[in-house]
């Protein structure tokens, strides 16, 4: 059997880090068939928008994409290509993990953390408005049914892999409307998994604790802004923003992306750490099924940054991305 998965190379790094993902993933033994579609900025040169409807078939059609990172282009006058993407695949949860290997500088030896990102609503949802020409305002919008969906996803992915705890993140002291919404249908939600413990956290408090190592969690549960926020902060917490990787869910489709972004500064010199898309690509097999392949993938990252001969900049290393690649395959038994 072929899996067929559209792939989405995107910009910056992704040019290094998807290829090197790719290769990995082929070196598992399993067979795909890589559809290869644009979105970002080669999309807006091709199509005159940053991700065209063929696009968007592809991934319909195939349920299954690996993407990397995409360029932002509000500032140029176009819409987010990433916000396009989740809109039109109805994207409505945004997994982001993060774990701390042996032999990357993290003090967090425990660390093995799970965000869930609501996707679609907040300020995210890009409803912004000129007051005047010294003021503006961004509607945050949240719905009961939306937030109730991704605290359902939630649960149940805490159930799949084996965890004990969702803490739900909010500040609905203040925000007693909106984040009081998502932390009501969370809580709603909570009911219905007896066996899955559930509390909830302010979110300065959340990231006080996360950083102080003194946080006793599982999986975090959080709207669209602050989970984009704590997704960087657990990548950073095990060692490098390089490390981290998630997927993107619907009900129809579901595209896997390391949590960093195209990191401009460094793309095109061949050193950009590929780990978090490789790992992307490992979720990606679990989420399939492929837990064998998803696990040989993972064990073979571990050992690469344990004996630490091949690590990245980000890691403290001069190897390339090439380099740490290779060294992975030769680690995939
Ligand atoms: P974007 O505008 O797309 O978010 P950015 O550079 O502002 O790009 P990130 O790409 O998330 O934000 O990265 C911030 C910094 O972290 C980068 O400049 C780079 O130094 C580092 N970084 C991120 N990802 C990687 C990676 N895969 N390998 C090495 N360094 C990385």
């Known amino acids: 059997m072929s899996y067929k998965i559209s792939i989405i190379e995107g910009d910056g790094i992704g040019h290094e880090i998807v290829p090197a993902a790719l290769k990995v993933l082929e070196h ?7 559809d290869f579609v644009l979105a970002g900025e080669k999309a807006v040169e091709e199509y005159q928008t940053p991700v065209p409807d063929s696009t968007i078939e592809s991934i319909l059609s195939n349920k299954l994409a690996l993407k990397g990172p995409l360029t932002n282009l509000v500032a140029r006058g176009w ?28 003090p967090f030896k425990n660390a093995d953390l799970v965000v869930v990102r609501e996707a679609k609503e907040d300020t995210y949802a890009g409803a912004e408005q000129q007051v005047g ?16 969906n991704v605290a359902n996803f939630t649960f149940d992915l805490a159930r799949r892999l084996g965890r004990k705890k969702v803490s739900i993140t909010h500040k609905a002291n203040v925000l007693k409307l909106t984040d009081g919404i998502f932390l009501k249908s969370a809580q709603e939600a909570a009911k219905n998994y007896p066996d899955i ?6 979110i300065d408090h959340m990231a006080f604790k996360l950083v102080n190592d003194s946080l006793d969690c599982d999986v975090i549960l959080a709207p669209n802004v602050y989970g984009d926020i704590l997704a960087d902060l657990i990548a950073g917490i095990c060692g490098s923003l390089g490390l981290g990787f998630g997927g993107n869910f619907g009900p129809e489709a579901a595209v896997f992306e390391p949590v960093h972004g195209t990191a401009p500064t460094i793309a095109g010199q061949g050193i950009a750490n590929p780990i ?3 790992l992307s690509g490992a979720m990606l097999l679990s989420y399939i099924g492929e837990e064998q392949a998803a696990k040989t993938i993972e064990n073979a990252v571990a050992s690469v940054l344990k004996k630490g001969e091949f690590l990245t900049g980000d890691l403290g290393g001069t190897a390339s991305t090439n380099d740490i690649t ?8």
Do not use: H, Q
């Not at 020409?133 to 109730?148: R, V, Y």
């Open 133 to 148: 020409s010294d003021a503006a305002i961004a509607i945050k919008f949240i719905t009961k049914e939306n937030s109730l």
């Open 197 to 202: 413990e559930c509390d909830s956290l302010m």
């Open 276 to 278: 978090g898309e490789i």
């Open 28 to 34: 598992t033994g399993l067979s795909f068939e890589w």
């Open 326 to 333: 290779d060294a992975i395959i030769r680690e995939m038994k």
């Open 79 to 106: 819409p987010s290509p990433n916000v396009m993407l989740r809109k039109n695949l109805g994207l409505f949860a945004a997994v982001k993990r993060a774990r701390y290997f042996e032999g990357v500088g993290s």
